[in-house]
């Protein structure tokens, strides 16, 4: 079993700066993907940003300039970097890990969540 915790989340005005952190534990071989999704009031989830353990990354388009995101594999951490925060970005984010807990078994977890809230 793997288990997710994030930390980082709060309000902060608009052209603010947040930071996410969400640590992976428990009993695993390696993390292939990390990343963090969003969801908003009345709307679906939607991915933010995605890191795999080479380092390659992607992101949402909305996102795109203003956040990064990054990993330490040795902690088994990853980080997503906020800048230049818009009301729109204000959601429930979440952490996502695709992990192998061992050879040929692979499983998705998923993160509490926890409130960005960004105030014009």
């Known amino acids: 079993q793997v288990r997710l915790v994030e930390s980082g989340g709060g309000v902060v005005q608009a052209g603010g700066s947040l930071r996410l952190s969400c640590a992976a534990s428990?009993?695993?071989?390696?993390?292939?993907?990390m990343g963090w999704y969003r969801q908003a009031p009345g709307k679906q989830r939607e991915l933010v940003a995605t890191?795999?353990?080479?380092?390659?990354?992607n992101y949402a388009e909305s996102v795109k300039g203003r956040f990064t995101i990054s990993r330490d594999n040795a902690k088994n951490t990853v980080y997503l970097q906020m800048n230049s925060l818009k009301p729109e970005d204000t959601a429930v984010y979440y952490c996502?890990?695709?992990?192998?807990?061992?050879?040929?078994?692979?499983?998705?977890?998923w993160g509490q969540g926890m409130q960005v809230t960004v105030s014009s």
């Open positions: 996502n890990a695709d992990v192998w807990e061992r050879v040929l078994i692979r499983n998705d977890y």
């Open positions: 428990g009993s695993f071989r390696s993390i292939a993907l």
């Open positions: 890191i795999r353990s080479g380092g390659s990354t």
